[in-house]
């Protein structure tokens, strides 16, 4: 959205008493200091956090280390994820073949 069509939305809600004076001033402030990007697009939240800092592990590992380095990031004790692969390989299939893509798109642990 471009900044001049953000500025009328903002004083239509000025005008109609929605936002006070200080809080328009705030809001047009963050306008056109192009800070108005949303908070869910920012990536300092704690989920894409752990996402950026997930690895294969170099220790905990049978295969590729893709379960020691999800138990790494969730807490969860790695047989846990071990099982829920071996399970999702038994049952649907689909547990060896995103098993694969971590091994071969997560990058391994220095």
């Known amino acids: 959205m471009s900044d001049s069509i953000e500025l009328e939305k903002l004083a239509e809600l000025h005008r109609r008493g929605v936002l006070s004076d200080e809080e328009f001033a705030r809001a047009k402030e963050r306008v056109l200091n192009g800070s108005t990007r949303p908070q ?27 379960c020691g380095g999800i138990s790494r990031i969730t807490g969860i004790d790695t047989w846990i994820w071990r099982l829920l692969f071996t ?3 038994l049952c649907v299939g689909t547990g060896l073949f995103v098993y694969i893509l971590l091994w071969i798109f997560v990058p391994e642990d220095q």
Do not use: H, T, Y
């Open 40 to 66: 869910a697009a920012k990536s300092d939240s704690p989920a894409m956090a752990a996402i950026n800092e997930l690895r294969r592990s170099r220790d905990d590992r049978w295969l590729g280390g893709v």
């Open 87 to 89: 399970l999702l390989v």
